[in-house]
Every structure is written in C-alpha cells, then in structure tokens.
C-alpha cells in the first residue's frame, strides 16, 4: 500500500520557521512536490524535485525563502519553510509522482499520482 505521511506543520509566528517532512511507503517516486491550500482558495503549487539531477523549481510566492530537498535512502521530501509571512497559512500536501514529470506539468496537481492527507501551518501577525 502506498502511503506519503506529512509532518511538521504548526502554528508559527511572522518571520519563524518550519520544517515539513514527508514520508513515503510502498514504493519510489522520481518527482516529489509541495501544494497548499488556504482556507476558501484553490490549491497552489509551491515547489518541487525531481530525481533527475535534483532538479528543483518554485512558486514565485516562496522564492528565497522555502527550499525543497529529498533524501532517495529514506524515500522522504522536506519543506524547509523561512521567513513565514501570515499569507503563508495553509494546509500543505506532500504530492508525488511516478515518472520525471516535464517542467510544463510540474505545477499541474492533476499530474501527481498520489497525495499525503495534509499537514496546517498557521503563521500569526
């Protein structure tokens, strides 16, 4: 059974930091992305990795601020999160897919094979 377990969300001040992590089990995945969705709006893609080369691309959003990495031995991704803004707020899900998914799709959640349940992280003002 495939499984992806977030973990690490919470509730931060403006200008703290957080580090998610997800988990996956059952098999392996070339490329591992970052969504959120923030309460009343449409799920948006924040960054991700691919295996090939570690490529990594971001929202403009979370640019300099959050960064994507991926340890293959423990089939995990993480999400470590500076620089937290208010508008930051959100429930974040661990996306992955099967295949190196072309850059034109990267953004696309329709693209990923499978999803973690979602992890919040609320940043105060």
């Known amino acids: 059974q495939v499984q992806l377990v977030e973990s690490g969300g919470g509730l931060v001040q403006a200008g703290g930091s957080l580090r998610l992590s997800c988990a996956a089990s059952g098999r392996t995945f070339s490329t591992y992305a970052w969504f959120r969705q923030a309460p009343g709006k449409e799920r948006e893609f924040v960054t991700v990795i691919r295996r090939t080369a570690g490529l990594t691309y971001y929202a403009d959003s979370v640019k300099g601020r959050f960064t994507i990495s991926r340890d293959n031995a423990k089939n995990s991704v993480y999400l470590q999160m500076n620089s937290l803004k208010p508008e930051d707020t959100a429930v974040y899900f661990c996306?992955?897919?099967?295949?190196?998914?072309?850059?034109?799709?990267?953004?696309?959640?329709?693209?990923?094979?499978?999803w973690g349940q979602g992890t919040q992280v609320t940043v105060s003002s």
């Open positions: 996306a992955a897919g099967v295949g190196d998914l072309p850059v034109l799709r990267i953004r696309n959640s329709a693209e990923y094979d499978y």
